[in-house]
């Protein structure tokens, strides 16, 4: 009543300030009359504060929904106070649905609705209203706007929009353990009566399950449902409006609940014995039979674990599960054999492998069976008296020779003869031969254990009654060795040994090598040869396990000495007959640190500065040939270069010099030398000074008068004496070269220019005219004439 009336008053204050009244208000409209006036400010109207008259008094309008009538459904009346009756006044109606939905009689001001309303399609609609001067067109009051609303019914039943449901619960649930929750949902005002108002209730699946009327919950209403005894529930809710009450609508939905499954049953064999049949010619690892435990459980509730409790067949059978059909399956573990045992005996326990605590009270969760399982006969191939026959011959042992047997037998019931053969397969070669009947084996080839050491085939033995009844063993042959080959030293031949060594020091170890194989293992001895065991400068210590060491007798070796010993070892082995052989060993002198780390073991190193690399030697090496070679080559160049220009240069008073060895032709002989190059020297540059030796002054074996001064020849031996001193490229042995020097047999001792006094005055030319006609030219240029004509030399 609260709400209805709020609702009233916020609608009087939504539309007051109009003169209209209803004429005939609806028996469903019970809301409380509105104030006949009230204090409002209608614009351009009106002044603030004037207490007027109301000009709409109106209640909320109410329409039916889902309305059936013929004729169209009554809503109201609008009446304005300005109007006399004199139809002056003309009714207006906009806003939801007007003129589709309602309509207003522009006259009188009466609505109706011309169409079925659905509340839960639109619960109220929002209009306004005017009242407007028929022949002006103008308002005659403001516009104002009024609510109608549709008033529901129940037209619409539940439904569950989440259906058809499924779910689960344990089996063997207490009572009330809870399943599911359903929902309907109705469509209805749930504010107006009961219409919206939902009740649940069970019209299929009593009594194991209930429900709860207000929440729709669904539980479980018997205890220790089992599902192996029923597994699907359909359970049929209804849901009914109304509170339930008589004429209420309802919907329904199925519900769909599923026991799952808790391990509540133990395995159980549907026997308490199992009958087998087994051939005893079954392999070992093979299923020989299968057996089966129920368990009424799901899924790993009813996974089983077989066991064979100990027993008669625990070492001979064992059982496994098939994880597909939960069966187990009984395999072989070691062959059967009828002639030995024909029945066996044992049981097998099946148990559950998931249990649950809540249900051990029921009792154990297994279950024991008995298998027998019998052996049936086969007839079975020969069997052969070892699995494996291991024989031995010495090499070169004789054709023909037995070196041993096999044996094979047919254990069955009437057992038969068995014949032999070797698989060719095996024995491509045929080094041996067997014989059918006895089995006994001998050689067929000589044998050689440097060339195999092992021999490995099969024999083959078969029934006499059925050839096709065969079986095979493994035939291995070890070849044994004949001394024959002595011993040699292993790696290495080759040793060093420092400079520095002490006496006593032991600087390698030996070992010895063996072709052939002894059955004892091998056993050397070491030794020096006799001819190096006198005064030896190392020995040999036999360490007696076949190894022995090289020891030094000196103080020091010296590579310079001797770069390279040999040692002659003597080894013997201890088979028979006693081989020995005489094996050399190399050792060389090597330089190394007070560590006895070797630095260098080559000859050339001795000679070579320490810390260098042999390639740093060799490059060095290289650098000094190839400056030897240059050094060569610029020497040879410049006496070529000075050889040409004493021979060429004429002007150059070394030619002459030079070419002085040739004796000539005597007075008669005028060609012989061109005095007058001698005229025309060389003008060679000013304020060049060379670096030059004086030579000494030698003393002349004789001497003679001073020859009268000549002038030009004084003057020409002083210029060019002073060019060559001055001369910068002339070395200061050049005139020594050039002139050379006759030796102390000569009588004319040295014509070098080098031991030419200062002056011409100092030289006596005289004894040139002892010489003979060859140098009487010669006596005159120098000699004491005084009509001396330097143009007649020739």
């Not at 064979?308 to 070492?315: F, L, Q, S």
């Not at 004496?721 to 040295?750: F, M, R």
Request: aromatic share 8%; hydrophobic share 35%.
């Amino acid at each position: 009543m609260l709400t209805r009336n709020c609702l009233s008053l916020l609608l009087w204050v939504l539309f007051d300030g109009g003169l209209l009244t209803p004429l005939q208000p609806q028996p469903q409209q019970t809301l409380a009359t509105e104030p006949r006036e009230n204090v409002i400010h209608l614009p351009g109207r009106r002044s603030h504060f004037q207490r007027v008259k109301r000009g709409w008094v109106w209640n909320q309008f109410f329409v039916l929904e889902e309305y059936m009538g013929s004729e169209p459904q009554y809503v109201g009346k609008l009446h304005s106070d300005l109007d006399k009756g004199e139809g002056t006044v003309k009714y207006t109606l906009s806003g939801d649905g007007a003129g589709t939905v309602f309509t207003i009689d522009e006259t009188t001001g009466d609505i109706h609705a011309i169409r079925s309303l659905d509340r839960e399609e639109k619960p109220f609609y929002t209009l306004r209203a005017q009242a407007v001067d028929i022949e002006t067109r103008k308002p005659l009051e403001p516009e104002s706007e009024f609510i109608i609303k549709v008033q529901d019914i129940n037209d619409n039943e539940p439904k569950f929009l989440d259906g058809p449901y499924v779910a689960s619960v344990p089996e063997m649930s207490p009572v009330g353990a809870y399943v599911l929750q359903v929902k309907a949902t109705d469509a209805d005002d749930p504010t107006y009566g009961n219409s919206a108002r939902v009740v649940y209730s069970i019209l299929q699946g009593q009594p194991y399950f209930s429900i709860d009327p207000k929440t729709g919950v669904i539980r479980t209403a018997l205890p220790n449902m089992d599902r192996e005894v029923k597994e699907q529930y359909q359970v049929l809710i209804q849901a009914k409006d109304m509170g339930g009450q008589l004429g209420g609508l309802a919907g329904t939905t199925i519900v769909n609940i599923t026991l799952t499954d808790v391990n509540d049953n133990p395995p159980r064999f549907p026997k308490s014995i199992f009958h087998l049949k087994v051939p005893e010619s079954s392999p070992i690892g093979s299923a020989i039979g299968r057996i089966r435990a129920v368990d009424p459980d799901f899924g790993q509730n009813a996974e089983i674990e077989y066991n064979i409790v100990p027993g008669d067949g625990g070492n001979l059978f064992d059982i496994v599960t098939d994880e597909d059909t939960q069966e187990g399956v009984i395999k072989l573990k070691k062959p059967l054999d009828f002639e030995t045992k024909k029945a066996y005996t044992f049981k097998v326990e099946a148990s559950n492998l998931h249990l649950d605590h809540r249900f051990h009270s029921v009792g154990p969760f297994k279950d024991t069976a008995t298998v027998r399982i019998s052996v049936l006969d086969v007839d079975e191939p020969p069997v052969f008296s070892k699995p494996l026959y291991t024989m031995e011959v010495y090499e070169d042992t004789p054709v023909g020779t037995i070196i041993g047997a096999v044996t094979a037998q047919d254990l069955d019931v009437g057992s038969s003869a068995v014949r032999y053969f070797i698989d060719w397969k095996s024995d491509g070669d045929s080094y041996f031969t067997i014989d059918g009947t006895e089995g006994t084996i001998a050689t067929n080839e000589l044998l050689d254990r440097e060339s195999t050491a092992q021999y490995n085939f099969s024999i083959i033995a078969s029934k006499v009654s059925n050839p096709l009844l065969t079986s095979k063993v493994n035939i291995l042959i070890n070849v044994l060795d004949v001394n024959e080959f002595p011993p040699e030293i292993a790696v290495p031949y080759e040793t060093a040994v420092c400079e520095n060594a002490k006496p006593g020091q032991i600087i390698q170890i030996v070992s010895a090598a063996d072709r052939d194989l002894s059955p004892a293992g091998p056993q050397f001895s070491f030794r020096l040869s006799p001819e190096a065991a006198i005064k030896p400068n190392f020995t040999v210590r036999d360490f007696r396990n076949n190894t022995a060491g090289i020891e030094t007798q000196r103080n020091g070796y010296s590579r310079r000495q001797q770069e390279l010993y040999f040692l002659p070892i003597i080894i013997e082995d201890s088979s028979y007959p006693v081989q020995s052989s005489t094996n050399t060993m190399t050792i060389r002198v090597c330089r190394c640190d007070s560590d006895g780390t070797i630095l260098s073991c080559n000859v050339e190193a001795i000679f070579l500065p320490v810390g260098l690399s042999t390639g740093a030697l060799i490059a060095i090496l290289l650098c000094i040939v190839i400056l030897l070679v240059i050094v060569v080559l610029y020497v040879a160049l410049r006496r070529q270069k000075k050889k040409d220009t004493l021979m060429t240069s004429k002007e150059d008073i070394r030619d002459n010099v030079i070419h002085y060895d040739d004796e000539g032709g005597g007075e008669e002989d005028t060609q012989a030398f061109d005095i007058g190059a001698l005229r025309n020297p060389k003008v060679i540059e000013d304020n060049k000074i060379r670096r030059d030796i004086k030579p000494d002054s030698l003393c002349l074996p004789r001497q003679r008068p001073p020859a009268e001064d000549n002038t030009d020849i004084r003057d020409f031996i002083n210029q060019r004496l002073q060019e060559n001193d001055v001369d910068p490229t002339a070395p200061p042995y050049d005139s020594l070269a050039t002139y050379a020097y006759e030796g102390n047999g000569s009588v004319a001792d040295s014509l070098s220019s080098i031991d030419s006094l200062t002056t011409e005055a100092d030289q006596d030319y005289d004894y040139l005219t002892d010489w003979g006609p060859r140098f009487k030219v010669l006596a005159d240029m120098f000699g004491e004439e005084e009509n001396y004509n330097p143009d007649k030399v020739t």
